[in-house]
């Protein structure tokens, strides 16, 4: 091979190298404040199908299709986790925390993978036409990135806050709009560990967050509507203008305003209630390290039986989605399993997740 063939080469594994990292420091899951498990079965589609407390974070306007008292949950503690996540636990259990070299080694194993928990507290109330819900919500993500000396970026947040929706339904419901209120008190931190931090005998991440962490304060608010035609499968279309002028947390970030738009269809079949929908988000691209269309379609399907059990399929930025609940009127278990696109484009990185609920209401 001659000189200059090699060249060549090398310049073209070095500019792929380059893309290749750079893609990676700006991938990023697409941001939200809170995705409820129902929706989440259903691939994250679900402007046109809300009629449950998730309305008053995916559109207001079907506070109008609650019946009467939709709904009291007290106590409703939900808490998703990746799959690399719970991974890299079991394989942490196994080795000494304060030896560097086995920590090295195990964050050597998940270079390029996403670590990811999210707990929370949503009690709320839910009747026709109106509804309002407190949030408590922790979330951490960890990547880890350098084969020669590996780190985890952590971002941690904390978020406090009061949510509020009324709607009103004209025509006979043919045209529903509502209007969505939200509080946020937003505490973020940031920081790189290496291995030599892990191992140390005074690692201590919970301190970290107390010495370091971002605080802000949001308060913005969410337009939605749906339009219902008196036409056969009852199908409805919809569209929301989620936080408005975006939902800004100072120091601590925040969540762009994002035009989505859905239509859902309900092919019922004997005593089996159905519905399929499909949502695109940011339709106005405004959030703007996301520029790929199929990072943003969320398609999904719901089947409930009598009384008690839901089941529910999706397709989540190109990847499948699954969750069921089963209702015992006081007490409600839903499970789901989805993966989120991490990548710029979808199809490019994908985090498996599974998200666990338990409500106790009425």
Not at 147 to 175: C, E, H, M, S
Not at 204 to 212: A, V
């Amino acid at each position: 091979m001659n000189y200059q063939r090699k060249t060549w080469i090398s310049g073209l594994i070095l500019l792929f190298t380059f893309c290749a990292s750079t893609l990676l420091v700006h991938a990023e899951e697409f941001p939200s404040l809170y995705r409820g498990i129902r929706p989440l079965g259903m691939g994250n589609a679900f402007i046109t199908v809300a009629d449950d407390d998730n309305t008053l974070f995916y559109n207001p306007a079907g506070l109008n299709d609650v019946q009467g008292l939709g709904g009291v949950e007290i106590l409703n503690p939900l808490i998703e986790f990746s799959q690399a996540g719970l991974d890299a636990y079991n394989d942490f259990k196994d080795i000494d925390p304060n030896n560097v070299t086995e920590v090295t080694n195990v964050l050597s194993k998940y270079i390029g993978e996403r670590f990811s928990l999210r707990t929370s507290l949503y009690p709320n109330v839910i009747f026709h036409n109106f509804g309002v819900g407190a949030l408590g919500q922790l979330s951490f993500s960890g990547e880890v990135r350098n084969r020669v000396n590996p780190q985890v970026n952590v971002d941690g947040k904390t978020d406090v806050g009061g949510v509020v929706g009324i709607a009103y339904g004209f025509w006979d419901k043919k045209v529903q709009a509502g209007i969505g209120l939200k509080f946020i008190q937003r505490q973020r931190f940031q920081k790189t560990y290496y291995a030599t931090d892990i191992a140390a005998a005074n690692f201590d991440p919970l301190q970290d967050f107390r010495d370091l962490k971002e605080t802000g304060t949001g308060f913005s608010g969410d337009l939605g509507m749906k339009v219902n035609p008196d036409w056969p499968l009852r199908p409805s279309m919809g569209l929301v203008l989620q936080n408005v002028g975006d939902l800004n947390l100072d120091e601590a970030g925040k969540i762009p305003q994002q035009l989505n738009a859905g239509v859902s269809i309900h092919p019922d079949l004997w005593i089996f209630k159905n519905t399929l929908a499909l949502d695109v988000v940011d339709i106005t691209k405004n959030v703007e390290e996301e520029d790929d269309f199929y990072k943003r379609v969320h398609m999904g399907a719901e089947i409930k039986l009598p009384y008690v059990l839901s089941l529910r399929l999706g397709v989540n930025q190109g990847y499948p989605s699954l969750g069921a609940t089963i209702d015992l009127w006081t007490v409600k278990l839903a499970y789901a399993y989805y993966k989120e696109e991490l990548g710029t484009v979808a199809g490019q990185k994908d985090d498996a997740r599974h998200v666990a609920q338990l409500g106790i209401g009425f």
